[in-house]
């Protein structure tokens, strides 16, 4: 059967609109496409292919485990992901995991969490959940409520209650929103989609401070930020400041659908029984394969690379800015980097996503006016220096275009 871009109008509900190219095999950091056309890919499926594609150990590990037992449902437990709990909680504050399919399932999975432990231990007057303005926790109702971005979460009628936003960074504020009746507030130590905007750590420590203050539980959405991508196994450890809950997906299976929620036993006890469940979570193919890129991912080698080749990233970059003048800013940390158009290109990220894509370079945006880099941890340097040199290419031909 022949399929081409075309089929995905004819066949798919419109809610994403993909590039012109259709995908069909990758290999590292690079991928061809229907016509053989070769791509280098700083996009990483959304902070999803820690290791590029095709890693021929994450190969082994699904073939191994493909050949063994795929599924079983939570009726039985699996070796892989009792391996799998064991190592996240050894390498983290966690002592506690619960698996799920996807990042919003884990976030679906720590509010839920949340919302029970206060019951629990408060009673139902403590259910206040603050969350931060430009925000993403995923796109179930409950996290697309949470999520701080209205074009997302209104035009599906009411909305799960007891939900409020405050301005990222803004302390002051926050002090002002939170009482002893929040039962948790939901944030992510780099906000992605919002933009690549990192947390001042005087913010981070001050919103720990008056969780504890408040007795309410402080949950890191880590789902963009996790597994090794700002250089630290997850960006909390890089802050200094310990979460109660925190939530892991895209990066953790390497491409394979896994989340989780880790917590502390005493949290994690509240979630009693028969409370919460999925049918696929946890299963014993895609915790084998996040197994694998946990082993390699948590290496002092591969933490450490992802700095270096962020300072390539931002050496070439600023040399890009300098030549075309089209940045405010490059920020973000490690391989989660954002180029922050300045104030004659607002609004036109797509734009260079667009050229980009013609110049055989995969990449992303966060929000109309950052360009976002998500790339393979282990990309090799040639690859950063070609991919960037298309980019170039693609600043190149909007800044002409005008
Ligand atoms: C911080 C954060 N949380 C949650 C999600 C949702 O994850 P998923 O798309 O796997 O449900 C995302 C996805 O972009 C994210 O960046």
Redesign the pocket.
């Known amino acids: 059967m022949n399929v081409t871009r075309a089929t995905f109008d004819d066949v798919m509900v419109p809610n994403y609109n993909p590039a012109g190219m259709v995908p069909v095999r990758g290999e590292g950091s690079r991928v061809w496409d229907q016509d053989g056309a070769e791509y280098i890919d700083f996009a990483g499926g959304?902070?999803v292919n820690v290791l590029g594609h095709c890693h021929p150990e994450l190969v082994d590990a699904l073939t191994e485990q493909g050949k063994k037992l795929w599924h079983l449902s939570n009726v039985f437990t699996n070796e892989p992901a009792l391996r799998l709990a064991a190592k996240l909680t050894e390498a983290t504050f966690a002592e506690k995991a619960y698996f799920a399919n996807?990042?919003?399932?884990a976030?679906e999975a720590a509010l839920k969490l949340a919302r029970r432990w206060a019951l629990d231990k408060f009673g139902e007057d403590k259910n206040q959940i603050i969350a931060f303005n430009k925000g993403?926790?995923?796109?179930t109702f409950f996290?697309v409520t949470v999520g701080g971005q209205a074009a997302y979460s209104d035009g599906f009628g009411p909305k799960p209650g007891a939900v409020e936003h405050c301005d990222y960074n803004d302390l002051a504020a926050f002090e002002a929103m939170i009482s002893d009746n929040t039962c948790a507030v939901m944030m992510?130590p780099l906000q992605?989609?919002g933009g690549i905007i990192l947390p001042e750590p005087s913010f981070v420590r001050g919103v720990r401070e008056l969780c504890d203050k408040h007795n309410a539980l402080l949950i890191f959405?880590e789902?963009?930020s996790g597994v090794g991508r700002t250089g630290d196994l997850y960006a909390y450890m890089g802050l200094g400041v310990t979460p109660d809950i925190l939530t892991t997906?895209?990066s953790l299976g390497g491409g394979i659908p896994i989340?989780a929620m880790l917590t502390t036993t005493e949290i994690g006890a509240h979630l009693k029984a028969g409370t919460h469940g999925s049918t696929y979570g946890g299963n014993p193919l895609a915790c084998a394969v996040a197994e694998k890129a946990l082993d390699i991912v948590n290496q002092p080698e591969i933490l450490e690379g992802v700095l270096k080749k962020e300072a390539l990233f931002r050496e070439i970059l600023s040399a890009i800015n300098e030549k075309y003048n089209v940045f405010e800013e490059v920020r973000g940390k490690g391989m989660l980097l954002g180029c922050a158009l300045n104030e004659k290109y607002q609004g036109r990220a797509r734009d260079f996503m667009v050229a980009a894509t013609n110049e055989n370079l995969m990449c992303l945006i966060a929000g109309a006016n950052v360009i976002r880099f998500a790339p393979s941890l282990i990309i090799p340097d040639e690859d950063i220096k070609e991919g960037l040199a298309r980019f170039e290419r693609a600043v190149a031909a909007v800044v002409n275009a005008e």
């Not at 996807?102 to 399932?105: R, V």
């Not at 993403?136 to 796109?139: A, N, P, S, V």
Request: charged share 30%; hydrophobic share 30%; net charge negative.
């Open positions: 959304i902070a996807s990042g919003a399932e976030n993403f926790h995923g796109r996290t992510e992605g989609e959405d789902v963009q997906a895209k989340g």
